[in-house]
């Protein structure tokens, strides 16, 4: 009866901590006591969940969230178990890109979970960004450069169900 949040913890990383671990627990933490404090939404605050792609309890999760996926590698159980999860309702949260390089390998892995799958360009009139808070402004500006707001959709259709945002 309660949100969990569901950081996913993957193979591949650049420095002694990986970085699908960058900001953990912090993050998870902060981000379920606010989630808490604006909206009905009960958490389980002071805990989180740290799953691989290939667990089979991660369906349960409507929403997963991977940080740093510039370092991101997978088996093809994670393959598949990414691509059963996306197909089966599950929406994937991609956060924290350092360039050119990260994006590169986000891209290569997506294709790999999803080979038809296109990313398409969000702005601030898509749904996503006024299901709860109304956003009008997408910020431009990033640590390196540009920043981008992208979408995966159901049959790279945006008037289907977005499957995956970065």
């Known amino acids: 009866g309660r949100f969990s949040f569901v950081r996913l913890r993957y193979q591949g990383g650049f420095r002694r901590d990986p970085g699908w671990a960058h900001d953990y627990p912090r993050a998870d933490w902060h981000f379920q006591r606010i989630l808490e404090e604006v909206t009905f939404t009960r958490t389980l605050r002071d805990e989180s969940n740290i799953m691989t792609l290939d667990d089979p309890e991660l369906g349960l999760h409507p929403i997963v969230y991977m940080s740093e996926p510039g370092f991101w590698t997978m088996n093809e159980a994670e393959v598949t178990g990414l691509r059963t999860y996306l197909q089966k309702g599950g929406f994937i949260i991609f956060d924290d890109f350092r360039g050119?390089?990260?994006w590169?390998?986000?891209e290569a892995r997506m294709a790999e979970v999803l080979p038809d799958a296109r990313w398409a360009?969000?702005?601030?009139s898509h749904p996503?960004?006024?299901?709860?808070f109304d956003i009008n402004t997408l910020i431009t500006e990033g640590y390196y450069g540009e920043a981008r707001f992208l979408g995966i959709f159901e049959d790279n259709?945006?008037?289907k169900r977005l499957l995956a945002v970065a």
């Open 100 to 102: 050119a390089r990260d």
């Open 104 to 106: 590169t390998n986000l």
């Open 121 to 124: 360009p969000l702005d601030a």
């Open 128 to 132: 996503v960004f006024h299901s709860f």
């Open 157 to 159: 259709d945006p008037k």
